[in-house]
């Protein structure tokens, strides 16, 4: 049983920067993939970026190439989530979650979730 915690959401100017951390516990982290998701209100769940139990592979959608980096510490059970030059519509809660499929871009490919972290970019 793997559980995760996010953080370092906040409220942000558009341009702004955040980091976002995914601090796991539980299990034996470096097994799992993890996957960055968010969620607007009154939108589905959406996925933003996907990273190897390794490291070694990112998946990043479209719109975040150039702005959103995810990478990880395994020697520390983290996650992170780098979001740059953010934008009003960036604005949603954050939610990490770890599976064993790379790259899962779906809900139903990850088996554990945390609680999210609200991200809102003012304009």
């Known amino acids: 049983q793997v559980q995760l915690v996010e953080s370092g959401g906040g409220l942000v100017q558009a341009g702004g920067s955040l980091r976002l951390s995914c601090a796991a516990s539980g299990g034996t982290f470096r097994w799992y993939a993890v996957g960055w998701f968010r969620q607007a209100p009154g939108k589905e769940r959406e996925f933003v970026a996907a990273i190897s139990g390794s490291g070694g592979s990112r998946y990043n959608v479209d719109s975040a190439n150039d702005r959103f980096t995810i990478s990880r510490d395994n020697a520390k059970n983290t996650v992170y989530l780098q979001m740059n030059s953010l934008k009003p519509e960036d604005t949603a809660a954050y939610y990490c979650?770890?599976?064993?499929?790379?790259?899962?871009?779906?809900?139903?490919?990850?088996?554990?979730w945390g609680q999210g972290t609200q991200v809102t970019v003012s304009s």
């Open positions: 979650a770890a599976g064993m499929k790379f790259p899962g871009r779906i809900r139903t490919e990850y088996d554990y």
